[in-house]
C-alpha cells in the first residue's frame, strides 16, 4: 500500500508544478497587456465603447474589430462594425470631445 502511494506522489507532484508554470505564464502575459478603449461604430451606425487588453496599439484595433459587444451611447450592447479610435488607458484621451465626455460621465463613474 505504501509503494502505491510514492507511485502516485511523483506524478502528482509534476501535474501541480506544471499547473503552478502555466498559471505563471498566463500572469506574466496579463501584466504586458495594456488596457485601450475604443471608440466604435455598431452594425446599427450607432458609437460605442469597447475596452479590451493588448500588447500594442495595433493589437487592440484589431480585437476591437471583432467584438462582439460594444456599449452604445443608447444604452444598447451591438456588435462592433469599425475601429474609429482606441487609445492607452488610463492617459489617453480620444479626439472627439463629446465621444470621451459621455466616457467620462457614463462608463468611468
Not at 32 to 58: F, H, P
Amino acid at each position: 500500500m505504501k509503494y502505491y502511494a510514492k507511485g502516485r506522489t511523483i506524478p502528482l507532484l509534476l501535474l501541480g508544478l506544471s499547473l503552478v508554470a502555466v498559471s505563471s505564464q498566463a500572469q506574466i502575459e496579463q501584466i504586458n497587456n495594456k488596457r485601450y478603449d475604443c471608440q466604435v461604430t455598431t452594425i446599427e451606425d450607432q458609437q460605442g465603447y469597447v475596452a479590451v487588453l493588448a500588447e500594442s496599439m495595433e493589437a487592440a484595433t484589431a480585437l476591437a474589430r471583432h467584438a462582439q459587444e460594444a456599449f452604445t451611447r443608447l444604452g444598447t450592447r451591438e456588435p462592433v462594425k469599425a475601429v474609429i479610435e482606441c487609445i492607452e488607458r488610463p492617459d489617453g484621451r480620444f479626439s472627439d470631445v463629446s465621444f470621451q465626455s459621455w466616457v467620462n460621465d457614463v462608463l468611468l463613474r
